[in-house]
Nanobody, 117 residues
Framework: QVQLLESGGGLVQPGGSLRLSCVAS????????MGWYRQAPGKSRELAAR???????NYADSVKGRFTISRDNAKSAVYLQMNSLKPEDTAVYYCYVDRRTTPGGYWGQGTQVTVSS
């Protein structure tokens, strides 16, 4: 089992920045892909960014150029630096990881990001 603890959400002004953190614990030795999904009220959950163990990244078009995902394998952590935030970025952000040796993946509890004046 893998447990995920997210932090860093909050209220920010449009144009501001936040940095989300997610630390994995438990069976972390074979963690492969790590990423961040988000879900706005009334919307489906969507991928914001993902990163492989080797550092390859993918971003949703809506966040490309504004968000940066990174990871620290020694700490079993993944981060999402969110710059130039827009009201449409408002959502619950969920950390996600999968394991090389186990089908499926694991989800964090989510952290609220609100971008508003």
């Amino acid at each position: 089992q893998v447990q995920l603890l997210e932090s860093g959400g909050g209220l920010v002004q449009p144009g501001g920045s936040l940095r989300l953190s997610c630390v994995a614990s438990g069976s972390v030795f074979d963690i492969n892909v790590m990423g961040w999904y988000r879900q706005a009220p009334g919307k489906s959950r969507e991928l914001a960014a993902r990163i492989t163990k080797g550092g390859s990244t993918n971003y949703a078009d809506s966040v490309k150029g504004r968000f940066t995902i990174s990871r620290d394998n020694a700490k079993s952590a993944v981060y999402l630096q969110m710059n130039s935030l827009k009201p449409e970025d408002t959502a619950v952000y969920y950390c996600y990881v999968d394991r090389r040796t186990t089908p499926g993946g694991y989800w964090g509890q989510g952290t609220q990001v609100t971008v508003s004046s």
